[in-house]
């Protein structure tokens, strides 16, 4: 088939979303019908293993409950129809559906049914049709691979847990992995040793009075630490006698490069540390704007390419299109002579084009109206990360200062930005203030103004954040650019992490499973091991290998380690802790239980007595509206943390912030704590009073 040409009969294309549907309707006309199969129609089924491990792994495939209505409408429509075209999402996920499709509906898999593209516009549809091809076979195998070896995994060692843990467990491949690495996180912090040391900064001026900071640098010319006061105090000591004068000025520039247009691990993590957006909440915003926004006059129309990729590579035409925009809106100074190309990550598949908007010309101020508040923040985030890394680098001046007595040397930096760059559009990097030294000439006399010492103690390695998990996953080949979002919200699903000012730390039972799986299974949760079978299923989609053979290498193993796990595997009771809270029905103490979605109180005279009751996570504050329940911290339906009053409904007071027992004095309301990276704030909750400490 040498290209689509549009026919007098109704053509049918079927995509996954009706959003999606909605969009690429409007660039077909008349002569296409737009289906949606709601995702995905066929899958393993749910109740039983559903893969045949004696006959080379052969799935069982069935119709998704629920999803019978779809199919039954899309074979009618099928049927009706001249020609069918697959166009599910350009990934191996969005191949499986469409094999699956084509099977249910009867077609001829060899032919040219499957069209993709990368970004849903009309353009990019409309070449799509002109370039159909057949189902990729390589691409379904490497997602049935992964399905199975997910379903081999979770169905074979849930069962497991459930007999010797509880019931309701459950392991997953790489959600095992994910839990294990902040397992493991967890004891670095709890094996850690603080360590105590000094810095020395100091404040000095020179003849003209110009005050300026400078650091320690040097203690006779060698590297140095500073472990205790006292040794600090005598460095101050004989610093205080020096006789300091500039030995040398060194004069430069900096340049500071642009980032690369997103891919789905940076985009996830850079919309966590600037929108604070979840992993889940940067996807589904992302597929939205992929999918098709209406813009008024224009119509339906996709803003972003394809949200799911490990690629910094954009198209010929794209590049030219954000060069035009940038010298005709910032200027030629900001162009850079030849178009930026970003090298591929190692190990990435570089299946798609980057994350980008599909016209640079739709800037963010322009289709702001027809956004959602969060949807216009990830979209002008993407749209000024992109042109920006077609942009020129900011340049520094730099200025560098030495200062020499005869053991003690300093060292004082300036810096001043003398060329925006790429800053000019990128809003999302922090501007650094420039810092600006008084005019020095070598061989000046230097004073002494004030010394400033400062304690310091070694911190543990912090805990992980969704943004730095996600990267985590990524350097270490874990997972692939569809699965990042999917990996954290499971585990903390399970209930095996929870969140603790925005990091993930272990619960006790996932500390527990996670012991239970390292010793029994250590390959499946082993980093290593985990990062060669998504190497392995990308070699299935690159046709190097076999996809039944990858499945039989893992899956001996993996037998014998279960069968040796269901003998030796040691049977754990979950401990449940005595409360002083009394159950109201029988007088028992009440205990701490672990449920499916966390920790609750039971009275122990089960099945006797049934009582159960939330956990309350009081922070040791009185309700200061009622004054007689506790303030206790709470999670919203979104996840989000806030505190109440323990009475709750009787008493409905709330804060976002955390209560604390000083009262306001100004205006006698309570304080809250407001709680940053840098600093711990505390203000009225009045908001007509400005008291803050």
């Known amino acids: 088939m040498e290209g689509w040409k549009l026919a007098k009969d109704k053509n049918l294309v079927i995509v996954e979303s009706p959003a999606k549907a909605k969009t690429i309707s409007k660039f077909l006309g008349s002569d296409f019908t737009v289906e949606a199969s709601m ?152 094996a850690f040793e603080p360590q105590e040391y000094w810095t020395l900064d100091t404040k000095l001026k020179d003849k003209n009075k110009g005050q300026f900071k ?80 209406d813009l008024g006059a224009e119509g339906t129309v996709g803003l972003i390419t394809y949200m799911r990729t490990d690629s910094t590579r954009i198209s010929k035409e794209a590049q030219a299109n954000t060069r035009d925009y940038i010298a005709d809106n910032l200027g030629d100074k900001y162009l850079p002579d030849t178009p930026k190309k970003y090298k591929a990550k190692s190990g990435a598949q570089d299946a798609h084009e980057a994350i980008r908007p599909t016209s640079v010309f739709k800037t963010p101020q322009k289709v702001k109206q027809y956004l959602g508040k969060q949807q216009y923040k990830l979209y002008k985030l993407i749209w000024e990360r992109f042109v ?38 990128d809003t999302s990097k922090q501007q650094k203030k420039d810092k600006e030294l008084p005019s020095l000439e070598e061989g000046a006399k230097i004073d002494i103004v004030e010394l400033l010492p400062d304690q310091h103690f070694t911190k543990p390695p912090a805990r992980y954040s969704e943004a730095k998990l996600v990267k985590t996953l990524e350097k270490k080949g874990i997972g692939r650019p569809s699965t990042y979002a999917a990996i954290v919200g499971t585990i903390e699903k399970r209930g095996y992490v929870t969140k603790e000012n925005k990091r993930f730390k272990p619960t006790e039972l996932g500390e527990i499973v996670n012991g239970l799986l390292v010793e029994h299974f250590p390959n499946v949760t082993n980093v290593k091991f985990t990062a060669q079978l998504e190497a392995d299923l990308d070699r299935i989609e690159a046709g190097k290998n076999d996809w039944i053979e990858v499945l039989k290498s893992f899956y001996s193993p993996f037998s014998d380690r279960l069968e040796e796990a269901k003998e030796n595997m040691e049977q754990v009771q979950l401990e449940e802790k005595e409360t002083d809270v009394i159950c109201e029905k029988c007088g028992n103490n009440m205990v701490i239980k672990h449920g499916r979605y966390g920790k609750f109180l039971a009275c122990p005279g089960f099945p006797d007595c049934k009582n159960t009751k939330p956990l309350l996570d009081k922070v040791g504050v009185k309700c200061p509206e009622c004054k007689d329940g506790d303030v206790v911290k709470r999670k919203s339906k979104k996840g989000r943390t806030f505190y109440g009053c323990s009475n709750y409904p009787d008493c409905e007071f709330m804060t976002w912030h955390q209560p604390v027992e000083k009262k306001c004095p100004e205006c006698g309301k309570f304080l809250v704590e407001k709680r940053t990276k840098k600093e711990t704030k505390r203000y009225c909750i009045n908001s007509d009073c400005d008291y803050e400490e």
């Open 39 to 190: 995702g995905h129609v066929i899958d393993l089924p749910k109740s039983q293993l559903g893969v045949d491990v004696e006959n080379n792994f052969e799935p069982k495939y069935i119709t998704i409950r629920g999803k019978g209505k779809t199919l039954q409408k899309l074979k009618r429509k099928a049927k009706k129809s001249k020609e069918v075209l697959l166009a599910t999402d350009p990934d191996r996920e969005g191949e499986a559906i469409s094999w699956h499709l084509a099977r249910a509906l009867k077609m001829d898999e060899e032919s040219d049914c499957r069209i993709e593209f990368n970004e849903i516009t009309k353009s990019a549809v409309q070449d799509a049709l002109e370039e159909p091809r057949r189902i990729d076979q390589d691409r379904v195998d490497a997602q049935q691979a992964r399905r199975v070896l997910d379903r081999l995994v979770g169905y074979k060692l849930s069962p497991l847990l459930w007999k010797k843990v509880k019931k309701g467990l459950s392991a997953g491949r790489v959600q095992s992995v994910a839990v294990r690495i902040i397992c493991e996180r967890e004891e670095e912090i709890k």
């Open 388 to 425: 920006a890394s077609q942009m020129k680098p900011a340049v520094y001046k730099t200025l560098r200062v030495n200062i020499k007595g005869e053991k003690y040397w300093l060292r004082a930096n300036g810096s001043q930005q003398v060329f925006p760059g790429f800053l000019k559009v």
């Open 214 to 293: 400078a650091k320690l640098y040097r203690i006779n010319n060698k590297k140095f630490a500073l472990g205790s006061k006292q040794e600090t105090d005598q460095v101050i000591s004989e610093l205080k006698e020096e006789d300091l004068k500039v030995s040398k000025i060194k004069e430069g520039k900096r340049r500071r490069n642009p980032s690369p247009p997103f891919t789905t691990s940076s985009l996830q993590q850079q919309a966590s540390n600037y929108l604070h957006f979840s992993t889940k909440k940067t996807m589904y915003l992302a597929q939205q704007l992929y999918e098709g926004i």
